[in-house]
């Protein structure tokens, strides 16, 4: 079986795949640990493991022992022709993301909309070319570049069950409404001109924040919290 790491910002996801088939998932909180790896271990039978990291720095030989694994980079072959012009530079979750979109939706346009920390548009068109997108800041950045860069605006927190209008009657439902409504139609904007561009695709939906903004776009969507993790299994066994 793959056990498959994805260390964000803010959280870890780990995932066990036998094949292409999803049999344990779970979301740290904190630090991923040996420990953690452990318990898992004696679970389900682990052959091997891919993580992919945003950021932090990670003790790999600690981390997984005894499992042989390997680190997301560009050197790694992908099962899509990777035409961003300085691929050392790209993201690995959002190559990662790209893959698990042709995954569910071979040879078909497709458009990944990863609302984490940062808000990443991801596009790979019909021959499996993965052609870049765009990284805008995603909710919390907004909130707090709101509160940082101003004298009195308070730093707001947001709830996926608010209720937000499109007009503001107080500070904090104008920066809602700012923040929130303003990124739906961003997102609403870009799909409009991709689609312009491109032709028809399927619009897919995953990080955080994906629950909240996927329900409330105009145009009709997918949503799957765990693209990343398909991807990054289908990365893995390309590369056996």
Do not use: W
């Not at 999803?22 to 891919?50: F, G, M, P, W």
């Not at 997301?72 to 530079?89: A, H």
């Not at 739906?184 to 904007?189: P, Q, V």
């Amino acid at each position: 079986m793959n056990l498959i790491v994805d260390i964000g910002n803010t959280r870890t996801k780990v995932a066990v795949f036998d094949a292409e088939t999803l049999v344990y998932h779970r979301v740290y909180d904190s630090t991923l640990e040996r420990k953690n790896i452990e318990d898992i271990a004696a679970q389900c039978s682990i052959d091997k493991a891919i993580v992919s990291r945003v950021g932090v720095s990670v003790d790999y030989d600690a981390l997984f022992a005894n499992i042989p694994y390997m680190v997301l980079s560009p050197d790694l072959k992908v099962p899509i022709r990777n035409l961003y012009k300085t691929p050392s530079t790209l993201g690995a979750d959002r190559l990662a993301a790209a893959v698990g979109a042709m995954v569910l939706f071979p040879n078909q346009n497709n458009l990944v909309i990863d609302m984490g920390t940062c808000i990443t548009l991801d596009f790979v068109n019909s021959s499996g070319e993965y052609l870049g997108g765009a990284i805008m800041p995603g909710i919390s950045m907004k909130f707090k570049a709101l509160h940082t860069f101003t004298d009195k605006l308070p730093l707001l927190s947001f709830d996926n069950s608010d209720s937000v209008g499109i007009v503001g009657d107080d500070t904090r439902s104008s920066i809602l409404t700012g923040v929130i409504n303003g990124t739906i139609m961003e997102l609403e904007g870009f799909v409009e001109r991709y689609v312009e561009k491109f032709g028809k695709m399927n619009i897919i939906f995953t990080g955080g924040d994906a629950i909240y903004f996927e329900k409330r776009v105009k145009f009709p969507n997918f949503a799957d919290s765990n693209l990343l993790l398909v991807g990054l299994n289908k990365i893995l066994n390309a590369n056996e």
